[in-house]
């Protein structure tokens, strides 16, 4: 008969380790970056159907235009969602493919998404995806606080930005 140890003395399994995942990038709003003054960053999760996924591992997703918004009030447990993320169809997909453009329901803790909540109630705040990437197997977006630019601080990015440029060429 095999000798079985109790409960509390088996060996606990050790957590992942969250910091070590391998990161894969799928897309990037560079125009987010152009458009918008980005305050601070977060990370969020996703919540896909299969075939998205799918999709996300190919890469065939867009960010252009998308942006970030709650439902429900304060009192009541917010929620966000991602809208505007074009994902496109999975090509091995059947009927029951996915809609390319739908809300898409982003995932933080309650507190985070309180924090975000009143941050964004702030005048000219709004949230913007900027990328959407795998995190080990599960799927992230990173969530930037934005403020959008006038015309005259987009000319000014790109001026400093040719400035770095030249500088890094070693052209004077």
Known sequence: ???TTPQHQREQPTPPDYKNRPIK???QNRKARHDYFITDTMEAGIVLQGTEVKSLRAGKCNLQDSY????GKKDNDPELFALGIHIS????GNINNHQPVR???LLLKRNQLQKLYSRVQEKGATLVPLAIYFSGPY???ELGIAKGKAKYDKRESIKQRDVERSMRRGDD
Request: hydrophobic letters at 45%.
């Open 139 to 141: 799927a992230k977006v």
């Open 103 to 105: 809300p898409r329901k």
């Open 89 to 92: 169809h999975y090509e091995q």
């Open 25 to 27: 990038n799928v897309a």
């Open 68 to 71: 970030a918004m709650f439902e």
């Open 1 to 3: 008969m095999a000798k």
